[in-house]
């Protein structure tokens, strides 16, 4: 593949005006990251969700800020020209408009991020314009916001009534008055992201679940390939079963090591017979 240019905000809303739909993945380290760009991917969000798929966690609360540094750090690396977002993680935000600012600013600063995200609706439209007038591009994130996901009632579907669909359509407007320059809508029923989507007038709507008829579409990698074990969303599609691949050469690797069929000699090095005579006398002196 050719070198890429940058992709830049610019871009993303040329696309958005020319009918292309925007490709959004998360990842979380360099050689997803390289192969992601290679791949022609637009956006790369190092997502809070590294600590339920990278690290173990039953959810993502327990991620910190020099976690998503971290991780933010080896995607830029393996993806120079992609449009990089970090993930804001819980508590990094939310106290208060100096906490958010100094923050974001981390992940453009240390990890060489394009924009950050930041979940929240009505109430953290305060924050986005504080981070905004920083001179710092942020997306929003509404519908199912895994950082209240207790709050919520749960993993699913967000906005399916009249009353709380309005609430997230109005959120929607109030972060794009704040100046949010996106939004992702996760686990929201179609009408209600088409109609978020064409209500926007200077605002990229992204999907996670919410159908088609957004800007674009966000996935996550690990449940596109099948590599997190604990469930697997419907909202997904299974792109490949990288992990059904990965499970079976595991098996194998331990057969063969336990039936002494690896390695074979084309897998190690040998030593002349000079050098190890040599070797040998010089052990017995």
């Not at 910190?64 to 935000?93: C, E, K, W």
């Not at 449940?223 to 595991?250: C, N, Q, R, T």
């Not at 098996?251 to 390695?263: D, K, L, R």
Request: aromatic share 8%; with cysteine; glycine share 10%.
């Amino acid at each position: 593949m050719a070198e890429r240019k940058k992709v830049t905000i610019q871009n993303l809303f040329q696309k958005v005006a020319n009918k292309i739909p925007i490709t959004w993945l998360t990842c979380y380290d360099y050689p997803t990251a390289y192969l992601q760009e290679q791949a022609g991917i637009d956006m790369i969000l190092v997502g809070d969700s590294l600590g339920m798929t990278m690290l173990g966690y039953d959810s993502t609360l327990p991620v910190t800020m020099d976690d998503m540094i971290r991780h933010s750090q080896a995607v830029r690396r393996g993806a120079p020209n992609v449009f990089l977002v970090g993930d804001m993680p819980y508590m990094s935000y939310q106290p208060s408009n100096e906490t958010a600012i100094r923050n974001a600013g981390r992940f453009m600063a240390e990890a060489g991020c394009d924009a950050i995200k930041l979940e929240g609706g009505v109430e953290m439209a305060e924050r986005i314009h504080a981070i905004v007038s920083a001179g710092i591009p942020a997306i929003g994130h509404l519908g199912l916001t895994p950082q209240s996901v207790s709050a919520l009632g749960g993993f699913r579907l967000q906005g399916k009534g009249a009353a709380q669909a309005k609430k997230i359509a109005d959120s929607a407007k109030a972060l794009e008055e704040a100046g949010a320059f996106m939004i992702l809508l996760e686990l929201v029923p179609d009408r209600l992201c088409k109609l978020i989507t064409e209500r926007a007038k200077n605002c990229i709507i992204m999907s996670l679940g919410s159908g088609p008829h957004a800007h674009g579409q966000l996935l996550i990698y690990h449940d596109m390939f099948g590599l997190y074990p604990k469930f697997k969303p419907k909202m997904a599609k299974v792109f490949g079963e990288a992990g059904k691949v990965i499970l079976e050469g595991l098996q194998s690797y331990v057969a063969e090591v336990t039936e002494h069929q690896f390695p074979q000699p084309e897998n190690w090095f040998g030593m002349p017979d000079e050098e190890y005579e040599e070797l040998l006398r010089m052990l017995e002196s």
